[in-house]
């Protein structure tokens, strides 16, 4: 939310006199909804859907147990493709959320 407030801000008049910062932060925060996802929005997402997928990997064979979801996040760009494969998802599950949240 902070990244999108920051943008939001740098996008306005420097005349902020007649807002308050909470309606700044939620008109900030509503323009992020309809905004395109920032490349960290999309890693997190990524990194949470690689993570709670872990025990399902198709065609990995290993014993390699991961310790937290960064963890796994590292082991998964050991594997050609995987990384890149849960950043396309986690691309897909944003954009249809921000068209749920615009309509």
């Not at 943008?7 to 005349?15: I, P, S, T, V």
């Not at 920032?38 to 890693?43: I, K, N």
């Not at 493709?81 to 949240?101: F, P």
């Amino acid at each position: 939310m902070l990244d999108e407030a920051n943008a939001y801000e740098r996008g306005m008049d420097d005349d902020l006199t007649f807002q308050t910062v909470r309606e700044l932060a939620g008109t900030a925060y509503m323009a992020g909804r309809s905004a395109p996802p920032t490349d960290a929005e999309v890693e997190a997402v990524a990194k949470r859907l690689l993570w709670r997928s872990w025990w399902s990997w198709d065609g990995i064979e290993s014993d390699y147990v991961a310790k937290d979801e960064d963890d796994a996040w590292d082991y998964a760009g050991e594997i050609c493709g995987y990384q890149e494969d849960y950043i396309d998802r986690a691309k897909e599950v944003l954009e249809v959320e921000r068209h749920a949240v615009t309509e």
